[in-house]
């Protein structure tokens, strides 16, 4: 499994989200994941890649969390869990998208 956190330059939620997935990930029991950062640096690279915000959670080349209703921005990106709108999905919304790509 890879999972990819792209993210844009002083993204204030990149080591919440990189925590999170960590932690998703044990938790799961996923041992052998690669797991990296990818900066999105210009609108261009942004457009190629589909990226909607930061960060964004790509696991095995697919973005569990898209709505496909964002438009492509180099700004944060807002996660609507249960509870409040998030700077990054949280553990539980995580573990679920790391089983189901298992």
Do not use: K, Q
Request: proline share 7%; glycine share 8%.
């Amino acid at each position: 499994m890879e999972i990819v956190i792209r993210h844009i330059e002083d993204c204030p939620n990149l080591d919440t989200a990189e925590e999170r997935v960590r932690t998703a990930l044990r938790a799961v029991g996923v041992v052998d994941a690669t797991l990296r950062r990818e900066l999105v640096r210009d609108l261009p690279g942004a457009e190629r890649l589909g990226f909607i915000g930061s960060p964004t959670i790509v696991i095995d080349g697919v973005d569990p969390f898209a709505d496909h209703a964002g438009s492509v921005a180099l700004a944060c990106r807002l996660y609507h869990s249960p509870t409040w709108p998030a700077g990054a999905p949280s553990v539980e919304e995580l573990e679920r998208a790391i089983e189901g790509r298992t």
